[in-house]
T-cell receptor, first 112, second 114 residues
Framework: DSGVTQTPKHLITATGQRVTLRCSPRSGDLSVYWYQQSLDQGLQFLIQYYNGEERAKGNILERFSAQQFPDLHSELNLSSLELGDSALYFC???????????FGDGTRLSIL | GNSVTQMEGPVTLSEEAFLTINCTYTATGYPSLFWYVQYPGEGLQLLLKATKADDKGSNKGFEATYRKETTSFHLEKGSVQVSDSAVYFCALSVPGAGSYQLTFGKGTKLSVIP
Protein backbone atom coordinates (compact mmCIF):
# COMPACT_ATOMS: atom_id res chain seq x y z
CA ASP A 1 0.00 0.00 0.00
CA SER A 2 1.57 3.27 -1.17
CA GLY A 3 -0.60 5.43 1.07
CA VAL A 4 -1.93 7.37 -1.93
CA THR A 5 -5.68 6.97 -2.41
CA GLN A 6 -7.46 7.59 -5.68
CA THR A 7 -11.21 7.57 -6.21
CA PRO A 8 -13.10 6.31 -8.04
CA LYS A 9 -11.26 3.24 -9.30
CA HIS A 10 -13.37 3.08 -12.44
CA LEU A 11 -15.41 5.69 -14.24
CA ILE A 12 -17.56 5.13 -17.29
CA THR A 13 -19.14 8.10 -19.00
CA ALA A 14 -20.08 9.49 -22.39
CA THR A 15 -18.51 11.95 -24.78
CA GLY A 16 -19.10 15.58 -23.91
CA GLN A 17 -19.44 14.91 -20.19
CA ARG A 18 -17.37 16.21 -17.28
CA VAL A 19 -15.76 14.14 -14.51
CA THR A 20 -13.71 14.75 -11.39
CA LEU A 21 -10.95 12.44 -10.21
CA ARG A 22 -9.81 12.66 -6.62
CA CYS A 23 -6.45 11.99 -5.01
CA SER A 24 -5.47 11.91 -1.35
CA PRO A 25 -1.68 12.01 -0.97
CA ARG A 26 0.36 10.20 1.63
CA SER A 27 0.30 11.83 5.02
CA GLY A 28 2.88 14.61 5.09
CA ASP A 29 3.42 14.78 1.34
CA LEU A 30 3.08 18.30 -0.05
CA SER A 31 3.52 17.56 -3.76
CA VAL A 32 0.89 15.94 -5.95
CA TYR A 33 1.57 14.90 -9.53
CA TRP A 34 -0.98 13.75 -12.09
CA TYR A 35 -0.08 11.38 -14.94
CA GLN A 36 -2.05 9.89 -17.80
CA GLN A 37 -1.35 6.37 -19.04
CA SER A 38 -2.76 5.49 -22.46
CA LEU A 39 -1.93 2.78 -24.96
CA ASP A 40 -0.71 5.16 -27.65
CA GLN A 41 0.99 7.87 -25.55
CA GLY A 42 2.31 5.79 -22.67
CA LEU A 43 2.75 7.49 -19.30
CA GLN A 44 2.71 11.29 -19.54
CA PHE A 45 3.01 13.97 -16.91
CA LEU A 46 0.02 16.28 -16.75
CA ILE A 47 0.42 18.70 -13.87
CA GLN A 48 1.98 19.18 -10.43
CA TYR A 49 0.80 21.00 -7.34
CA TYR A 50 2.90 21.82 -4.32
CA ASN A 51 1.24 22.90 -1.09
CA GLY A 52 -1.80 24.25 -2.87
CA GLU A 53 -0.09 26.01 -5.75
CA GLU A 54 0.51 24.91 -9.31
CA ARG A 55 4.20 24.21 -9.82
CA ALA A 56 4.55 22.64 -13.26
CA LYS A 57 2.47 21.80 -16.31
CA GLY A 58 3.09 19.08 -18.81
CA ASN A 59 0.99 17.80 -21.69
CA ILE A 60 -2.30 18.80 -20.16
CA LEU A 61 -5.17 19.75 -22.44
CA GLU A 62 -7.03 23.02 -21.93
CA ARG A 63 -10.17 20.95 -21.24
CA PHE A 64 -8.42 19.54 -18.18
CA SER A 65 -7.78 21.39 -14.94
CA ALA A 66 -6.66 20.54 -11.46
CA GLN A 67 -6.42 22.01 -8.00
CA GLN A 68 -5.01 21.15 -4.60
CA PHE A 69 -7.03 21.99 -1.53
CA PRO A 70 -5.86 23.19 1.92
CA ASP A 71 -6.03 19.62 3.25
CA LEU A 72 -3.64 18.73 0.36
CA HIS A 73 -6.00 16.44 -1.49
CA SER A 74 -6.16 17.12 -5.21
CA GLU A 75 -8.79 16.89 -7.91
CA LEU A 76 -8.36 16.54 -11.65
CA ASN A 77 -11.28 17.85 -13.67
CA LEU A 78 -11.81 16.62 -17.21
CA SER A 79 -14.47 18.29 -19.33
CA SER A 80 -15.93 17.97 -22.83
CA LEU A 81 -14.69 14.41 -22.80
CA GLU A 82 -13.64 12.73 -26.02
CA LEU A 83 -13.08 9.08 -26.84
CA GLY A 84 -9.34 9.68 -26.81
CA ASP A 85 -9.46 10.69 -23.14
CA SER A 86 -10.03 7.08 -22.19
CA ALA A 87 -6.98 6.19 -20.11
CA LEU A 88 -5.66 5.33 -16.68
CA TYR A 89 -5.03 8.46 -14.61
CA PHE A 90 -2.47 8.22 -11.84
CA CYS A 91 -1.79 10.49 -8.95
CA UNK A 92 1.58 10.45 -7.21
CA UNK A 93 2.78 12.28 -4.13
CA UNK A 94 6.13 13.11 -2.60
CA UNK A 95 7.38 15.02 0.39
CA UNK A 96 9.24 17.63 -1.65
CA UNK A 97 12.27 18.03 -3.81
CA UNK A 98 13.99 15.06 -5.32
CA UNK A 99 12.20 12.47 -3.24
CA UNK A 100 10.59 9.34 -4.63
CA UNK A 101 7.07 9.69 -5.91
CA UNK A 102 4.52 7.26 -4.51
CA PHE A 103 1.75 6.28 -6.88
CA GLY A 104 -1.89 5.51 -6.28
CA ASP A 105 -3.61 2.61 -8.02
CA GLY A 106 -5.14 4.92 -10.62
CA THR A 107 -8.58 5.77 -11.93
CA ARG A 108 -9.56 3.99 -15.13
CA LEU A 109 -11.67 6.33 -17.26
CA SER A 110 -13.70 4.85 -20.09
CA ILE A 111 -15.51 7.09 -22.54
CA LEU A 112 -18.33 5.48 -24.49
CA GLY B 1 13.67 17.92 -24.44
CA ASN B 2 13.92 14.96 -22.12
CA SER B 3 13.16 11.45 -23.32
CA VAL B 4 13.60 7.82 -22.34
CA THR B 5 13.91 4.89 -24.72
CA GLN B 6 13.61 1.36 -23.44
CA MET B 7 13.47 -1.96 -25.18
CA GLU B 8 9.97 -2.91 -26.10
CA GLY B 9 8.56 -6.21 -25.04
CA PRO B 10 7.08 -8.39 -24.35
CA VAL B 11 9.96 -10.29 -22.85
CA THR B 12 9.36 -13.90 -21.87
CA LEU B 13 11.90 -15.73 -19.72
CA SER B 14 12.07 -19.01 -17.91
CA GLU B 15 12.40 -18.97 -14.13
CA GLU B 16 16.00 -18.44 -12.95
CA ALA B 17 17.04 -16.88 -16.26
CA PHE B 18 19.11 -13.68 -16.44
CA LEU B 19 17.23 -10.48 -17.16
CA THR B 20 18.39 -7.34 -18.94
CA ILE B 21 16.07 -4.51 -19.95
CA ASN B 22 17.86 -1.77 -21.84
CA CYS B 23 17.17 1.89 -21.15
CA THR B 24 18.81 4.96 -22.65
CA TYR B 25 17.96 8.58 -22.06
CA THR B 26 18.30 12.10 -23.39
CA ALA B 27 18.17 14.93 -20.91
CA THR B 28 19.12 18.52 -20.40
CA GLY B 29 20.95 18.99 -17.16
CA TYR B 30 21.75 16.20 -14.71
CA PRO B 31 18.88 13.76 -14.38
CA SER B 32 18.04 11.32 -11.64
CA LEU B 33 17.16 7.91 -13.06
CA PHE B 34 14.55 5.44 -11.88
CA TRP B 35 13.07 2.05 -12.53
CA TYR B 36 9.41 1.62 -11.62
CA VAL B 37 7.44 -1.63 -11.70
CA GLN B 38 3.71 -2.01 -12.31
CA TYR B 39 1.97 -5.22 -11.31
CA PRO B 40 -1.41 -5.98 -12.91
CA GLY B 41 -4.16 -3.74 -11.60
CA GLU B 42 -1.82 -1.72 -9.43
CA GLY B 43 -0.03 1.59 -9.49
CA LEU B 44 3.65 2.07 -10.11
CA GLN B 45 6.13 1.16 -7.40
CA LEU B 46 9.63 2.53 -7.23
CA LEU B 47 12.06 -0.34 -7.76
CA LEU B 48 15.37 1.52 -7.62
CA LYS B 49 16.99 4.86 -8.33
CA ALA B 50 20.32 6.51 -8.98
CA THR B 51 21.00 10.21 -8.73
CA LYS B 52 24.46 10.68 -10.21
CA ALA B 53 26.88 9.14 -12.64
CA ASP B 54 28.31 5.71 -11.68
CA ASP B 55 25.75 5.27 -8.88
CA LYS B 56 24.29 1.78 -8.70
CA GLY B 57 20.71 1.37 -7.58
CA SER B 58 19.65 -2.00 -6.25
CA ASN B 59 16.58 -3.60 -4.71
CA LYS B 60 15.08 -7.11 -4.51
CA GLY B 61 17.93 -8.55 -6.59
CA PHE B 62 17.53 -5.96 -9.36
CA GLU B 63 20.39 -3.61 -10.23
CA ALA B 64 21.01 -0.70 -12.57
CA THR B 65 24.06 1.54 -12.97
CA TYR B 66 23.90 5.17 -14.06
CA ARG B 67 26.23 5.40 -17.08
CA LYS B 68 26.66 8.99 -18.12
CA GLU B 69 29.07 8.21 -20.95
CA THR B 70 26.54 5.96 -22.68
CA THR B 71 23.44 7.74 -21.27
CA SER B 72 22.12 4.39 -20.12
CA PHE B 73 20.48 2.81 -17.08
CA HIS B 74 19.97 -0.85 -17.92
CA LEU B 75 18.02 -3.03 -15.51
CA GLU B 76 19.46 -6.45 -14.62
CA LYS B 77 18.59 -9.39 -12.42
CA GLY B 78 20.59 -12.56 -12.14
CA SER B 79 17.74 -14.99 -11.59
CA VAL B 80 14.13 -14.02 -12.25
CA GLN B 81 11.12 -15.52 -10.51
CA VAL B 82 7.52 -15.92 -11.61
CA SER B 83 6.61 -13.17 -9.14
CA ASP B 84 8.76 -10.72 -11.17
CA SER B 85 6.21 -10.80 -14.00
CA ALA B 86 5.14 -7.18 -14.42
CA VAL B 87 5.65 -4.11 -16.58
CA TYR B 88 8.90 -2.24 -15.97
CA PHE B 89 9.30 1.48 -16.66
CA CYS B 90 12.52 3.42 -16.92
CA ALA B 91 12.14 7.08 -15.99
CA LEU B 92 14.08 10.25 -15.36
CA SER B 93 13.56 13.53 -13.62
CA VAL B 94 15.45 16.76 -14.13
CA PRO B 95 14.75 19.42 -11.56
CA GLY B 96 13.32 22.57 -13.06
CA ALA B 97 11.79 25.38 -11.05
CA GLY B 98 11.26 23.02 -8.16
CA SER B 99 9.43 20.34 -10.14
CA TYR B 100 10.63 16.76 -10.32
CA GLN B 101 8.14 15.45 -12.83
CA LEU B 102 8.96 12.06 -14.27
CA THR B 103 9.53 11.32 -17.95
CA PHE B 104 8.85 7.65 -18.66
CA GLY B 105 9.81 5.14 -21.27
CA LYS B 106 7.02 3.13 -22.87
CA GLY B 107 7.43 0.19 -20.54
CA THR B 108 8.59 -3.39 -21.00
CA LYS B 109 6.29 -6.24 -20.13
CA LEU B 110 8.09 -9.18 -18.55
CA SER B 111 6.54 -12.61 -18.27
CA VAL B 112 8.39 -15.30 -16.33
CA ILE B 113 7.26 -18.87 -16.87
CA PRO B 114 7.93 -21.76 -14.48
Amino acid sequence: DSGVTQTPKHLITATGQRVTLRCSPRSGDLSVYWYQQSLDQGLQFLIQYYNGEERAKGNILERFSAQQFPDLHSELNLSSLELGDSALYFCASSVEGDQPQHFGDGTRLSIL
Amino acid sequence: GNSVTQMEGPVTLSEEAFLTINCTYTATGYPSLFWYVQYPGEGLQLLLKATKADDKGSNKGFEATYRKETTSFHLEKGSVQVSDSAVYFCALSVPGAGSYQLTFGKGTKLSVIP
